[in-house]
């Protein structure tokens, strides 16, 4: 799980996602938003990565059999008025 933020998003959306995706045994990677209610889920799958874009629900951890709700992710985060999770 790795939390975006405004000055390293782009190396993190390219590069990071790049060197995660070569480490064999990694099954999903969250990336957050630090600003506003927003996850995506990256999962390795048979035909390669797909990703899974969130902003309200719950995100599947299918590597773990679980679902977390995004507001329980959220709950203790700071975020400008209007971005609260539902």
Known sequence: ??????????IDRR??????TQIPSLQEYL???QSRVEAELHRREAAGCKTLHFDAGAVPFGCLGIE???AI???DV???P???AS
């Open 15 to 20: 590069e990071k996602l790049f060197a995660y």
């Open 73 to 75: 992710i959220y709950e």
């Open 78 to 80: 700071p975020l400008p």
């Open 82 to 84: 209007g971005e609260g």
């Open 1 to 10: 799980m790795e939390v975006l933020s405004e000055a390293t998003q782009r």
């Open 68 to 70: 977390v709700p995004l």
């Open 31 to 33: 990336r957050l938003s």
